[in-house]
């Protein structure tokens, strides 16, 4: 019986009618799936059998053509006619045929590769030209099925994405199934992956978004405002993703993404971000929310904040713009709304911006366009910090000291010429510790040490040498007092000993200093040469201050408080009742122009320690000065007020510390030029010109012009020479 030769026909007939025929029918009706075992395993040792046949009576071939007919046939009775009359119907109905189908398909395939297995095991791998059979199975239901309908497929897909947009729900179960079709595919034949999902459903659907949002995006640009039109934004991006996430496949998600963006952010960025209701008025009215909105949206393509940048840094100019040309010029008007403006943005970059680097650079550059229109700001600026931080000032901060000097520091860092701002701090900061008007010595040295990180080591160690000056000199006086102590004196002195390197230089004003004063000068002088052997000590009694008391009247004694000259000022009257001008230049033997100020100072009607006649705010040498016989203050200790300086004759206006500056910028450029040229040897004009302003732009920016000067200040000192042949080439000198 086992030698039994079976026919093609009756052993096939057999299969169909006993295996293929009774499982798609319980397939089609969506009963039991699989073959029982009892009905099986016959069924499979029957087709073993025809394919293990000797030829001629080898079946395999032929076996192999009955499993692609029966399935053939099954797709064009069973499965085509099913499609054709549901794509008359609606979308969902096609759908779940779509589903239903595909799920059919893939049962009908695993069974019946079951039930031909030996074919896989023998046949396909050494047969060219022929697919396993599971292979097989789909390609048939691609070439058959899935070809002719995907089209009604996506569309129906496409249709339920559309009302779904359009607030009307959809089954998403049948959706992700649905599209799972067209993922399932690619990978179940041929092993195309997501070919087949990306070609033939993923383009029609990011197509289908773009066309969506065009049109949607346009009519909501006409009637909402610019907030209201990125909540609306954001809100489809997010169902979007939704959308990937429900059904979709996850790959979808950045091209989709990208899509919608482009159609709903990107194509109307500058229409929307320049609305009435835009970025200048989002930040006008400090809309957060609606800021931190706009980010988040344009965040995802970096290149998309750019403009936003643009539009904050723009208004932030303006603003900023407003304010200077408005501001009070007098006071801390300017500098404390300056302050404010940047502390506002600043946290409108760190809260709604993420503190991101386009934005930080925008308002970087908006605050050193109008700050950097002139000087003002640097000179208000070191102002404003010095009367925070002079003892009994009352200026009022907003915020903390701390949170004060660090806006400070903000602001020092957009000045471009920054050597106004720290000739103006340095010479603020001498008069503080020089006359004890420091509130803080901590707050000071914490300023410095803020100030580091923006000017550099050089300067700020100046500012602590000044420190470390008065410390030495505190020291260097309680040695002096030990020494002295057994010597009686008509005065005390004290004196700050200054390192010329640290201290803002000062012009020595010549003076002829009264008996007391010399006395006690020379003898610390003499004290001081023996501690440290080889100094030289220059006095600058400009800089000093005094505490003299004054006796009125018989019964009317106070202490005032004054600088040096006012002091030597009033020893003239222990021995005169009445003194012109002209006496008091001699006898102190200061010049008129240092003098001035100081005298008209006591003389103030506010002030009236003296009386001058006549009593006119001009000073000529027989003016005549006495003593107020009716002074009266309430204080027993008073600071006398000192007077701005008058202008001298032929003087047009000049700053005499912008001249200290310009000189200082000289020796800068000289300093900057000479050093380059002792490396480089040989420079062009435009090359040298361009690296003198790359070293010292950090302090000042230096015009071509004004170093062109100085090359040519150099080249007569010998330092430089012009190239004989080409006369815009330098040499340096050794």
């Known amino acids: 019986m086992s030698d ?11 299969v169909h009618k006993n ?37 001629p009576y080898n079946w395999s071939e032929q076996m192999y053509e009955r499993y692609t007919k029966a399935i053939s046939e099954y797709l064009l009775t069973k499965v085509g006619p099913s499609f054709l009359k549901a794509r008359d119907t609606y979308d969902i109905a096609f759908l779940n045929e779509w589903r239903l189908r595909w799920k059919n398909q893939k049962l009908i395939v695993e069974g019946l590769r079951k039930l031909f297995m ?9 047969t060219d030209g022929v697919r396993e059979l599971k292979e097989q199975g789909f390609w048939l239901y691609k070439e058959h099925i899935f070809d002719n309908y995907k089209k009604f497929a996506r569309q129906a897909v496409l249709n339920c994405i559309e009302k779904e947009r359009q607030n009307e729900p959809q089954d998403r179960d049948l959706l992700h199934e649905s599209v799972d079709v067209f993922v399932e595919m690619g990978y179940n034949f041929n092993n195309q992956k ?26 909501w640009m006409d009637q909402d405002s610019c907030p209201n039109y990125l909540k609306k934004a954001e809100k489809m991006l997010q169902a979007e993703k939704n959308r990937v996430e429900q059904y979709l496949h996850r790959t979808s998600m950045e091209p989709l993404q990208k899509a919608c963006h482009q159609e709903l952010l990107k194509v109307h960025q500058q229409e929307l971000l320049t609305k009435k209701t835009g970025v200048d008025h989002l930040l006008s009215t400090d809309a957060r929310e609606d800021l931190s909105r706009m980010y988040r949206l344009y965040a995802k393509y970096p290149e998309d904040l750019q403009p936003i940048a643009d539009l904050m840094g723009g208004h932030i100019q303006r603003a900023g713009e407003e304010i200077v040309k408005k501001a009070n010029p007098q006071g801390h008007d300017l500098v404390t709304k300056l302050i404010t403006l940047h502390a506002q943005y600043a946290d409108v970059v760190a809260q709604c911006f993420d503190r991101s680097q ?30 925070v931080l ?15 000097l660090d806006n400070v520091v903000f602001l020092y860092g957009y000045i471009q010429e920054k050597d106004i701002f720290e000739r103006h701090y340095q010479l603020f900061l001498s008069h503080r510790l020089l006359n004890g008007l420091c509130d803080s010595e901590h707050v000071e040295k914490t300023m410095i040490s803020k100030l580091k990180t923006e000017a550099g080591y050089q300067w700020c160690n100046k500012l602590e040498g000044m420190f470390k000056d008065i410390q030495m000199s505190k020291d260097l006086m309680s040695k002096f007092k030990a020494h002295s102590v057994a010597e009686s004196a008509a005065l005390e002195l004290s004196v700050n000993v200054c390192s010329s390197g640290y201290w803002p230089t000062s012009t020595n004003i010549p003076y002829h200093l009264p008996q007391e004063l010399s006395t006690a000068c020379d003898k610390f002088k003499r004290f001081y040469l023996s501690q440290h052997n080889g100094h030289k000590l220059i006095w600058h009694m400009d800089q ?10 018989p019964k009317v004694s106070r202490t005032l408080v004054l600088t040096t000259y006012q002091m030597m000022i009033m020893l003239i009257f222990n021995t005169q009742k009445t003194c012109t001008f002209k006496q008091i230049l001699d006898f102190t033997g200061v010049p008129k122009y240092d003098m001035a100020h100081h005298l008209l100072s006591l003389a103030h009607p506010k002030v009236s320690v003296l009386l001058k006649r006549p009593a006119s705010k001009t000073l000529e040498e027989d003016h005549q000065f006495m003593i107020n016989g009716k002074y009266v203050n309430k204080l027993l200790k008073v600071v006398i007020p000192l007077m701005p300086p008058l202008k001298r ?26 050093r380059i040229m002792k490396i480089r040897k040989t420079m062009k004009h435009p090359a040298l010109v361009a690296e003198v302003i790359s070293q010292l732009k950090a302090r000042f920016t230096p015009k071509p012009g004004d170093i062109k000067k100085r090359i040519e200040a150099l080249i007569e000192q010998e330092y430089l020479e012009r190239d004989k042949q080409d006369r815009s080439v330098y040499k340096y000198l050794a």
């Open 194 to 219: 997501l070919k087949v999902y990306r070609t033939d459903l993923e383009k029609f659907i990011l197509d289908h978004a773009a066309a969506f949002y065009k049109r949607q995006s346009r009519f």
């Open 4 to 14: 039994e030769i079976i026919n093609l026909e009756e052993g096939y007939a057999k």
């Open 390 to 404: 002079t003892r009994g000032t009352n200026v009022n901060l907003t915020e903390s000291v701390e949170k004060t």
């Open 358 to 387: 386009v934005f930080q650079k925008a308002l970087k550059k908006a605050f050193e366009d109008f700050i950097n229109q002139d000087d003002r700001v640097s000179r208000l600026l070191a102002n404003f910090i010095n009367d």
């Open 544 to 553: 000093g201050r005094a505490e003299v008391l004054v006796h009125f009247a």
């Open 19 to 55: 295996g293929i025929e009774p499982f798609i029918a319980l397939i089609e009706r969506q009963e039991r799936q699989f073959f029982r075992a009892q009905d099986f395993i016959p069924l499979y040792d029957l087709i073993f059998k025809m394919c293990i046949q000797r030829d």
């Open 118 to 126: 030996y074919l896989d095991r023998f046949y396909t791998p050494n």
């Open 649 to 674: 004759e032929g003087d047009e206006g000049g700053d005499e510390e912008l001249k200290v500056i310009e000189m200082q910028r000289r020796h800068q450029m000289d300093a900057a030029i000479v």
